[in-house]
């Protein structure tokens, strides 16, 4: 079985490296056509902060979705995934003495309490998994991830 954080890790490092290759100026996407004449560009998508036009050769539904994945979005999502990876660790992280639990998951619970179970194994963490899971198709994904 493949690491699973490891894994994660490394679909964010792609999406911001993505991300900030794709960024401009305040990280927002700006379309703007080549003329304003509403009755050539009958259609305008707003997004937050976004304005996608007939003009860039986008349907309305596929501007409108890359006005919602503009570059400032994906850097915060992988941001905030960064941030619930950092308490879904393996405990071995946190308690290097605690040998027998090592490769718990540190933010499932903590090992041998009863009201917090631990998970046992990081790769079954199931916070970890649903950050994995939309990662389905890539070739390192291992299918024992599936939630």
């Not at 994906?74 to 405990?91: C, F, G, P, Q, T």
């Not at 639990?101 to 090992?111: K, Q």
């Amino acid at each position: 079985m493949t690491d699973l954080v490891a894994f994660i890790r490394a679909r964010l490092d792609e999406r911001e490296a993505a991300a900030k290759a794709a960024r401009r100026g305040d990280g927002r996407w700006e379309y703007r056509d080549r003329s304003d004449d509403p009755e050539t560009f009958p259609w305008t998508v707003w997004a937050p902060d976004v304005r996608l036009s007939a003009g860039t050769g986008f349907a309305p539904q596929e501007a409108q979705f890359i006005a919602l994945n503009d570059p400032k979005f994906v850097l915060a999502d992988v941001a905030a995934k960064r941030r619930i990876m950092s308490r879904h660790r393996r405990y071995g992280e946190v308690e290097p003495s605690y040998a027998p639990w090592d490769d718990a998951c540190d933010g499932c619970g903590f090992p041998g309490d009863p009201e917090w179970p631990a998970t046992e194994h990081i790769n079954d963490c199931p916070e970890l998994r649903d950050l994995a899971a939309p990662f389905d198709q890539h070739p390192d994904y291992d299918p024992a991830w599936a939630s």
